[in-house]
């Protein structure tokens, strides 16, 4: 399976006219443990602020597909307010568009290329110029659909591994998920997660399976909870804080969190006897 990451936005480079540049990026989506993103496909095409259509963008996925050889199974995409044009151009093209948080792997190009790239460039914009993070709203988070838990409710752990355990996960013995590479860690880093125990772990994993995970979040309000950020505007209670002591190792997953530069993991088993996982997504803040 191979999925791309895309984003089409103005950039702080100016052309003739002193209008901004718009620039579309494409990047494959690593998808297994020991790849390297930077070996993996890329493509860029810059285009001024008149082209700036779904028709252009057409255009510039049939290039990327006919460059790099390969159709991609889906696109992943963040801009929420590009979200009709992005749509457009992709299943124009006949790839299925996908908003969603998990474009890690082009967040970080596109960071790239602001430090590094943009200001060499004679035509860069410096008042113009800021980070292309997105802010997205808080939502109220909602309780995962009673149809995938158990009728007793679910019960969770937070762990921890380090990034060397990871080492062999292309081998590990998974029903639904999706990792990506570790490389750039110190093997020694804590790589936090929150491991849920379902008797209906099987039909839960493949529910969330069809969701663009992004991260799991400590929420205080309106009440403590372990909230998982899906797509680019849904919000899921993944586990409930009741007391002092699940608070305290909520913070304690955040404060690992941090610490591993937002890399973390979700994990989902039938009981902690299990040998396999039915869902194991790492995932990024």
Request: charged share 25%; with cysteine.
């Amino acid at each position: 399976m191979t999925i791309w990451e895309l984003d089409f936005y103005s950039r702080p480079l100016l052309d003739d006219n002193d209008k901004k540049l718009w620039e579309i990026l494409i990047c494959e989506t690593p998808t297994r443990i020991q790849q390297d993103p930077t070996t993996l496909f890329r493509y860029s095409e810059f285009c001024g602020n008149t082209d700036v259509n779904s028709i252009t963008l057409k255009t510039a996925i049939e290039k990327a597909i006919a460059t790099s050889g390969q159709s991609p199974t889906k696109i992943r995409f963040f801009r929420r307010q590009m979200n009709n044009m992005i749509t457009k151009g992709c299943e124009d093209a006949g790839i299925p568009a996908a908003p969603s948080r998990r474009t890690y792997t082009l967040m970080t190009w596109i960071t790239q290329r602001e430090q590094e790239v943009y200001p060499q460039e004679a035509n860069y914009d410096e008042k113009s110029a800021k980070s292309s993070s997105v802010q997205y709203p808080a939502l109220n988070a909602v309780p995962l659909p009673d149809a995938v838990r158990g009728d007793k409710g679910d019960k969770w752990a937070i762990v921890s591994l380090e990034a060397s355990a990871f080492s062999d996960f292309d081998e590990w013995d998974i029903a639904f998920g999706e990792p990506f590479p570790l490389n750039h860690l110190d093997p020694t880093t804590k790589i936090p997660g929150l491991l849920i125990f379902s008797p209906r772990a099987v039909p839960l994993a493949g529910w969330m399976s069809g969701l663009e995970l992004g991260f799991l979040h400590l929420q205080k309000n309106p009440r403590s909870s372990l909230v998982l950020e899906t797509g680019v505007s849904d919000s899921w209670i993944a586990a409930d804080l009741p007391n002092a002591q699940t608070l305290k190792e909520a913070e304690s997953f955040e404060a690992a969190k941090k610490a591993a530069a937002g890399i973390h993991f979700l994990a989902i088993q039938k009981n902690p006897d299990a040998e396999q996982f039915a869902g194991f997504w790492m995932l990024q803040e």
